[in-house]
Each structure stands twice: as structure tokens, then as C-alpha cells.
């Protein structure tokens, strides 16, 4: 497990990326809820956290695949291989995220 910032410090909605064990981590903050995702898109292989999030996930910006937060599925083509998702925690106000731990 990983501490990896204050929950204050990710804005809502806004990708968030950082480097876990040598793993890309992107962090997207939804009120006091937080998914992590790998922080590569499983079609192209490029980075997820500079996308955007949509009302159907985290949206790759150089296709248009959309992953969903909680099960890292593509719901939208050209992607068909979800991305890992991993466990994260909240403690005292800090995220922790277990690259380690996958939650599908």
C-alpha cells in the first residue's frame, strides 16, 4: 500500500497521475470516493490521465475509448481490453493505493 497524496489535494473529476512501484497510476477523484486505474490505455498504450472524464468514464484522448472507473471496461470502441484497476483506501485524509491489489 501506497500513500500517495492528501484526499484535499485531487480536484474532482480531474485525472491525477503518479508512479507507484514503478507502475503508472492515474487517480480520479468522484466526491470522497477515488479510483485508480493503470495509466495506459489498453488500445494504443498511451498515457490515460491526460484524458478527460465523461459521463461514461475516463475518456482516452487519442481514440475516444472510454474506461469505466470502478471496472476499468471499455465501453466505447476502439478499446476491448479493460485497463487493471486497484484497490485504493482512505486513511486520516490520505489516498493509498495498493498496485498490488487489483479490484477486476
Not at 503508472?24 to 491526460?50: I, K
Not at 465501453?75 to 498496485?99: C, K, M, Q, R
Amino acid at each position: 500500500m501506497h500513500r500517495v497524496c492528501p484526499l484535499a489535494d485531487l480536484d474532482e473529476g480531474k485525472p491525477f497521475a503518479v508512479e507507484l512501484a514503478d507502475t503508472p497510476v492515474v487517480l480520479v477523484r468522484q466526491g470522497e470516493q477515488v479510483h485508480a486505474l493503470r495509466d495506459e490505455c489498453t488500445h494504443a498504450e498511451v498515457s490515460l490521465s491526460e484524458g478527460e472524464l465523461t459521463r461514461n468514464g475516463l475518456e482516452c484522448w487519442l481514440h475516444g475509448s472510454c474506461f469505466d472507473l470502478r471496472t476499468g471496461a471499455p465501453s466505447t470502441p476502439p478499446a476491448t481490453e479493460p485497463v487493471p484497476v486497484y484497490a485504493v483506501t482512505v486513511i486520516d485524509g490520505d489516498v493509498h493505493v495498493d498496485v498490488d491489489t487489483r479490484t477486476n
